[in-house]
């Protein structure tokens, strides 16, 4: 399994909105369907009306989605721990 950051823009309510979800899947399409089935589930979208602008194989250390820390848990602590960039306070 990988990590992978799908990005895109689908209907939440009456508007369309840009998302990114970071996922465990085994492939890209694999990410790609995974990402149709959450936000269709979620916000009760079509996959017509879900457009999808890129998917990528990322590095887990860099997310900060507890499912990706949970399933690469070994790999982050081997590799010496996250490097997810820290938020700045406003």
Known sequence: MQAFRVSGTAPFGSQRQKFSLDLVASSADDAEHR????IGSRHKANRRSISIESVS?????????????????????AAGGTIAPVAEEE
Do not use: G, Q
């Open 35 to 38: 990402c149709y089935s959450i």
């Open 57 to 77: 194989k990322i590095d887990p250390r860099t997310s900060t989605e507890p499912r990706i820390l949970d399933a690469f848990r070994e790999d982050i602590a």
